[in-house]
């Protein structure tokens, strides 16, 4: 289990990292798309709150899965 756990923290410490490099992509992918009329002002906004929320939340989630594997490990 504690194997389990691990690997998890590292798949969600990964995908922080890729969702930070791919960052700049995604906003200028959600401002396209509402200039070109597809998706409105609401969804926009939305779209990048979660866009700059996303790595800090999968980098919080694989941090604390990882200091729980290590604890078990250790005690």
Request: with cysteine.
């Amino acid at each position: 289990m504690i194997e389990i756990t691990g690997l998890c923290g590292m798949v969600c410490c990964i995908v922080a990292i890729w969702l930070q490099l791919n960052l700049q992509s995604r906003l200028s992918y959600l401002e396209d798309r509402y200039k070109d009329g597809r998706i409105n002002s609401t969804q926009m906004r939305r779209g990048m709150n979660w866009a700059k929320v996303a790595p800090i939340v999968f980098t919080l989630m694989g941090a604390a899965l990882l200091l729980g594997a290590f604890s078990r490990f250790l005690g």
